[in-house]
């Protein structure tokens, strides 16, 4: 079977790995895929928000399935087109992206199925929403509803932080100004990972991301500066809750809506001590997260994708590797703010170590070069039996490449130490 994957990430990059990996993989296209992908496929460059150019192109190279990495082509309905068009796609629709998309239509759903996440209010005038928040008081946690590419959330622990995030939000940021303002909670953040055919729901694994840019989580947020799988927090219980609590009423409610979620759903959890609780959805994989997913998956990526898409995951089961999987994003300086590009790499040829992948995100070949094209350049990921060793690993690895321009966190996987 020929696939065509959507995207140029590290997450794309880890995806395209895992599935070049299956007996039923005949030719895997990338559109655009990235310098690291070249080995695993044929790099295309196909605008991806011309569906119609898509769907020729899918029919020209006899594509059996599209899978789409990122999250704005699904909140586009690449999929809707893609299957309206008779080609198998994974993601789910647009309808069912707004999970992802829309804050307040996450929200809406918890609120009218009791699905726990924190309480809130949503605001389509600003006036409300300042009164709201001096009535509430701080800590308390303003969201521009819609996608913000994770820079639109600001937990305030004061009063004044929360009224600049509201004007901000109204001077027109986001587009159309309307947010969602939610109560503070307290705990542990883990992301659990689940597939959904929009009946049956396959629980995955889970993961921790390490969102702020420096060292002791301080700084400015970003995409993910590492992150490792398993995650310790989420013990046996505190997973089977988050699937019976939280996950699988989300699944039913959109298929009572008439719109079946198909494809992974990536829950941002809290570990309350009430339990968890639901921060946000996102309905794609994780990006860091996905570089340590797959190096853990024992199973057949493709064939857990295709029963994704053809309602079959009731048949399906899913084995992991016993260890850890721990990914260190180097990153160029200057990240998540204005980077320089075009800074030579070297060092991906060497022997890196047992267990060790790189995954390559910004990057690009310049004169036969590769040079860095982006903020998040590559993923460092290791694998160990233990969190520590998978950590030794992956640092040894970073330390080994030569990436002048780059950094990164030093700390990744501190809270599971
Ligand atoms: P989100 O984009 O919704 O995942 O929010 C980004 C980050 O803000 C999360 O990863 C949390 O660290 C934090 N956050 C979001 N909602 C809350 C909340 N209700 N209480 C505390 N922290 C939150
Ligand atoms: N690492 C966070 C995300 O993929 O949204």
Known sequence: MNVLLIGSGGREHALAWAIAASPLLGTLYCAPGNPGMVTLGTNVALDVSNHEDVITFCREKTIGLVMVGPEAPLVAGLVDDLTAAGIKAFGPTRYAAQLEGSKGFTKDICRAHNIPTAAYERFTALDAALAYVRRQGAPIVIKADGLAAGKGVTVAMTLSEAEAALRDIWDGRFGEASCVVEAFLEG??????????????????????????????????????????????????????????????????????????????????????????????????????????????????????????????????????????????????????????????????????????????????????????????????????????????????????????????????????
């Open 188 to 417: 542990e953040e883990a992301s659990f990972f689940v597939l959904s055919d929009g009946v049956n729901v396959l629980p995955l694994t889970t993961a921790q991301d390490h969102k702020r840019v420096g060292d002791g989580d301080t700084g400015p947020n970003t995409g993910g500066m590492g992150a490792y799988s398993p995650a310790p927090c989420m013990t046996p219980a505190m997973t089977a809750e988050a699937l019976e609590t939280i996950v699988k009423p989300t699944v039913k409610a959109l298929a009572g809506r008439g719109h079946p979620y198909k494809g992974v759903l990536y829950a941002g959890l809290m570990l309350t001590k009430s339990g968890p609780q639901l921060i946000e959805y996102n309905a794609r994989f994780g990006d860091p997260e996905t570089q340590v997913l797959m190096p853990r998956l024992k199973s057949d990526l493709l064939t857990l994708l295709l029963a994704t898409v053809d309602g079959t995951l009731d048949k399906m089961s899913v084995r992991w590797k016993d260890e850890t999987a721990l990914t260190v994003c180097l990153c160029a300086k200057g990240y998540p703010g204005t980077v320089a590009k075009g800074n030579p790499i070297n060092g991906l040829e060497k022997d890196l170590g047992a267990g060790v992948e790189v995954f390559q995100a910004g990057t690009a070949l310049k004169d036969g070069q590769l040079v860095s094209n982006g903020g998040r350049v590559l993923n460092v990921t290791a694998l160990g039996k233990t969190v520590k060793e998978a950590q030794q690993r992956a640092y040894a690895a970073v330390d080994a490449i030569d990436f002048a321009d780059g950094f990164c966190r030093r700390d990744i996987g501190w809270r599971a130490l």
